[in-house]
């Protein structure tokens, strides 16, 4: 039966609103999808794309392909850690003395992400703290710079062999206390860059140009800097590239181990500007209308739950169901009300809900204390968030 707005409607009646789901259906059908589109590499979830422990351990049990997880905060880790999870890795660096203390307590140190010296001194300073021997992740920078143009994101410092073995060595004087375990290269401008997009227009056809131009480049400074480490003796466990945009292409690279997805779980709004691939709308939330002020126009209550990034039309979330209703360019989604127009057959009286995608993933999850899980048409469960969780 399609998932049309009466559907959602019926499963989610009576509930009081705001409110967000998940359509576990849905969700485990993007897992499987993502495990093809690897090819058979194992794929380390994105934490911050998820943000519900419950999700999370569903996706790890139902789909053996995914395999350990890529944490986006301190605290988050340390907390999944406590929940039973394993295979931790940071996706960023910590600099926090105490948090690092934290991560860094036996038995199971958490893998730390380095791009210099000073985050492997810290490190260490905490392992040794802590009487442990903690594993690092080396973040080398995948960005290519183009005439006026840096096509990627400012990460990592560690751009060519020699400057990843600079890192490399000040791991290994400090080899009482932390160990090279892994490097992950990360190709945002392939993973995390619509190609697609609707309201990009011809800007579209120039972004597929830089991505076809970039993947050589990408695939070439990352075997560069793996078969440099390894020459010179080191021997990294793991060695993590890509996002949900890019595991077709990421695949492809001799030096990679293993891949990172989470968005594609969800696949929220922004999602849907892939040219090479589409998801299922697995999650989304639901607001009231409040108010009718005019023919076609209908106020909901809240729903102003921007993307983080660059300022656009892009980061607002997008009226899902009923299908037609769309934001007002001048008032957009706003915190007390988002006025929409709509037109369509659907009945709208007060109280009635409207659908919203939002244009990230695991963001829509700092807005709600919980999920409720739909399954075949009618809500199986009601888990927390992160936010429900712990705050």
Known sequence: MPRDYAWYARALEGRRLPLAFADVDLLDENAAALLRRAGGMPVRIATKSVRCVALLRRVLDKHPGFQGLMCFSADEAVRLRERGFTDLLM?????????????????????????????????ARAARRQGTRAPLCLDVDLSVDLPGLRFGVHRSPVRSPEDALA???????????????????????????????PHAGPKNVVIRALKRGSVGRVHARRQA??????DAGFAPRFVNGGGTGSLESTREDSSVTELTAGSGLYSPALFDGYRGFHHQPAVAFAIPVTRRPGPGLFTLQGGGYVASGSAGVDKLP??????GAKLLPLEGAGEVQTPIAYT???????????FFRHAKAGEVCEHFRTLLLISDGRVVEEVPTYRGDWG
């Open 225 to 230: 800097v793996v078969a440099a480490l390894k």
């Open 318 to 323: 997008v009226p899902y169901l009923p299908e």
């Open 91 to 123: 996706g960023y660096p910590v600099v926090d003395a105490e948090a690092l203390a934290e991560l860094c307590r036996p038995p199971a140190p958490v893998t730390l992400m380095v791009d210099s010296a000073e985050h492997v001194a810290l490190a």
């Open 167 to 197: 890192v490399a060595r000040s791991i290994a004087a400090d080899g009482d206390a932390v160990f090279l375990a892994g490097v992950m290269g990360y190709e945002a401008q392939l993973a995390g860059v619509p190609d697609a997009a």
């Open 344 to 354: 369509g057959p659907v009945p709208l009286p007060l109280g009635a809900p409207v």
